[in-house]
């Protein structure tokens, strides 16, 4: 029995490469759970959302979170074992609120139909990977938005955990502002301000599983003070609770339940128009988490490139196809990747333990509704600010004269300070990865242009640049009545 388990773990260490990645098999198993912990509340939210709050043109709630755990599953266990990286794909945020508001009630799309055009979304950002386009792309961009785009990632991290946890909300006068602690229900807020004070202890005696257990005691404190509330206390339905039932039976009555109804529907020109749109989202927010969360993970070279790229950018177009065929909406690489790798997660091993948990999770997911927001909230204030830290660490452990091109943004030089501002602010303020590459970017052009050194802007950072200037101006165009 020794003799099988050793040699199990030794055929783990040859494909992982733990030790070459200074990590353990422990180590990794212990981060992908945080990172599923971390990603688990999409098991819930996409089925609320695309279930219209039980509108007839939505789907049926328990279907689609079987498909959403099926697709999340699948596509994050096949990253891990062919990039050998600690990335995880789940359906993506944004891109199914524009399918369940802008295409089925916003112009009168079926499901089956909307779906259809993520799919071809997918097949066509699946092509760019294939060409080599996308790759292209990705190494055209200028060392100093990438670290604007790691930084920007880091707030955009920080910024959710605080409005997930109920610290910050819309303000009255101003965009953004604290929470009204006289309109709030207070044991929420108790649960999120707890769980960042027992991890930022945690990290601070440097306990490896600091993030984690976070999660964990702050879940356990939300179910005591719940109950004390005579589970009144603001959760949402299901989360803070013992559960009364633990095994839910799948449903796989969506897979495959789209059409191309689309292009009849709006006609041909809109229907190409939102799929560019949305290709274009999926594109950049893909690409902004690939840099963001491998440059936390030592995955990114001197130049800010990320070695064999074309793996994940594969895995993630044929993700996105796979969440339009199952209806669970486009699914994409997650940001929250980054909790993993905070805790000390470097190999695929990881992805593969979150995929194993998502594909646990539908037959247990009364188990795993029991972890609310608020829980999770201090991991992804963590997560943001050991982001942007990485970038630090970096410049004061290097010599000044490697600082500068390893880690620095110089602030000073219009080309790349101006950019590289507006894509760590847009990023948060905006909820969008995809605003705030697309508006460094067309500065970054623009300046360039305008300095007499357009020759130093690649054709690909042009092509990407005029693409983002069409995607700000599409709802312009909707709003004309031509799409």
């Known amino acids: 029995m020794q003799t099988a388990d050793a040699g199990s773990s030794g055929a783990l260490e040859r494909f992982f490469k733990f030790r070459q990645w200074d990590t353990s098999i422990k180590r990794d198993t212990l981060a992908g759970l945080t990172t599923f912990m971390v990603m688990a509340y999409i098991i819930f939210v996409n089925p609320n959302i695309l279930n219209l709050g039980g509108d007839p043109a939505g789907l049926p709630f328990a279907a689609v979170l079987t498909s959403t755990c099926l697709v999340a599953g699948i596509m994050t266990i096949l990253m891990g074992l062919v990039t050998n990286r600690a990335y995880a794909i789940a359906p993506g945020m944004g891109l199914n609120a524009v399918v369940a508001f802008s295409l089925v009630l916003g112009h009168g799309l079926t499901m089956a139909s909307a779906m259809g055009l993520i799919v071809l979304e997918g097949v066509a950002i699946t092509i760019l990977v294939v060409t080599g386009f996308r790759e292209a792309i990705f190494r055209a961009i200028p060392v100093e938005l990438k670290k604007a785009i790691v930084i920007g990632i880091g707030f955009f991290i920080l910024f959710v955990g605080l409005v997930n946890g109920g610290l910050i909300q819309a303000g009255g006068g101003t965009p953004v502002a604290l929470v009204d602690l006289g309109d709030t229900p207070m ?3 108790a649960v999120t301000v707890f769980g960042i004070g027992i991890t930022i202890v945690m990290l601070a005696l440097r306990w490896r599983a600091a993030i984690l257990l976070g999660i964990v005691f702050a879940t356990v404190f939300a179910i005591i003070m719940n109950y004390a509330w005579g589970q009144d206390a603001g959760f949402l339905p299901g989360q ?12 796989f009555s969506l897979i495959g339940a789209f059409d191309f109804g689309a292009f009849g529907k709006l006609g041909v020109t809109a229907a190409v128009l939102w799929i560019f749109s949305l290709m274009l989202s999926d594109f950049f927010d893909t690409m902004g988490t690939l840099v963001g969360v491998g440059g936390q993970a030592g995955y990114l070279d001197e130049k800010g490139d990320l070695p064999q790229v074309n793996r994940p950018l594969l895995v993630d177009s044929v993700a996105a196809l796979a969440g339009g ?9 997650y940001i929250e990747s980054g909790a993993g790798v905070a805790q000390g997660g470097r190999t695929g091993w990881v992805a ?6 998502f594909l646990v999770a539908m037959f247990f997911s009364p188990i795993f509704g029991v972890v609310p927001g608020q829980a999770t909230a201090a991991a992804l204030v963590i997560v943001g600010y050991l982001m942007m830290a990485t970038l630090t660490k970096a410049e004061s452990e290097a010599s000044h004269e490697e600082a500068e091109p390893k880690a620095g943004i110089d602030f000073g030089n219009l080309a790349f300070g101006l950019p590289a501002v507006l894509i760590i ?9 995809t605003n705030g590459i697309g508006a460094g970017f067309i500065a970054y052009t623009l300046i360039r242009v305008v300095q007499g050194r357009a020759r130093e802007v690649s054709w690909m950072l042009w092509a990407a640049s005029i693409a983002f200037v069409i995607y700000f101006v599409f709802p312009w165009i909707q709003g004309q009545g031509w799409a």
């Open 425 to 433: 602010t847009i990023m948060p303020l905006t909820y969008s990865i």
């Open 352 to 357: 593969v333990v979150v995929g194993v948990l």
């Open 187 to 189: 044991v929420p807020l």
């Open 240 to 251: 803070a609770v013992i559960p009364t039932d633990i095994v839910a039976t799948p449903d």
């Open 325 to 333: 065929a199952v209806s669970a909406s486009s699914a994409t690489t």
